[in-house]
């Protein structure tokens, strides 16, 4: 019986935010429970992505899941993507954007239009998705998280320093 587990999403701005993810060596059970657990974790937040990092797990590994939108349209099955990486991008687009770790933050950011991404499934399988819409944002979005970087990087420098000193300001109110 395989037991799945909630894990913390962690929250900016810890540090395990900020750090580039290492390569999936091995997938083994370990990495297997990982995926459940951050499949759980998304599902509960509710979220439609979430990336390794953002369960203090500094490998790269993420998944995203659209299959539950409203919008026929927008919808897509899980997709497990392990050292995942673009391969393509084209056109731009800016649209709202939030995050699980940003917690009652949104903005408009300018991502690609289209993505190509190349990463191995949950067997180890490689595989390339090319994706438009809200599934390309949100590659983009995780990929993000696997580098070290947040949306709010993507901000204008006024944006980002607005939301850096209301973090901060949240934080010391918090200790």
Request: charge should be neutral.
């Amino acid at each position: 019986m395989i037991t799945m587990a909630i894990r913390e999403i962690r929250t900016y701005p810890d540090p395990v935010l900020r750090k580039r993810t290492d390569p999936v060596r091995s997938i083994n059970g370990e990495i297997q429970k990982l995926i459940d657990d951050m499949v759980e974790t998304m599902h509960a937040a509710p979220g439609v992505g979430l990336a390794a990092n953002q369960v203090g797990v500094p490998l790269q590994v993420t998944v995203i899941d659209l299959s539950t939108r409203d919008d026929e349209s927008l919808r897509h099955p899980l997709v497990v993507l392990i050292n995942p990486e673009i391969i393509a991008a084209e056109g731009s687009i800016t649209e709202e954007e939030g995050c699980l770790s940003i917690p009652e933050c949104s903005e408009k950011v300018k991502r690609a239009l289209k993505v190509t991404v190349k990463a191995l499934d949950r067997t180890g399988k490689p595989f390339e998705l090319t994706a438009d819409g809200l599934m390309a944002k949100a590659l983009q979005h995780e990929i993000d998280h696997l580098n070290g970087l947040l949306f709010i990087d993507r901000l204008s420098p006024l944006k980002k320093d607005f939301y850096k000193r209301k973090y901060r300001k949240t934080a010391l109110q918090k200790a």
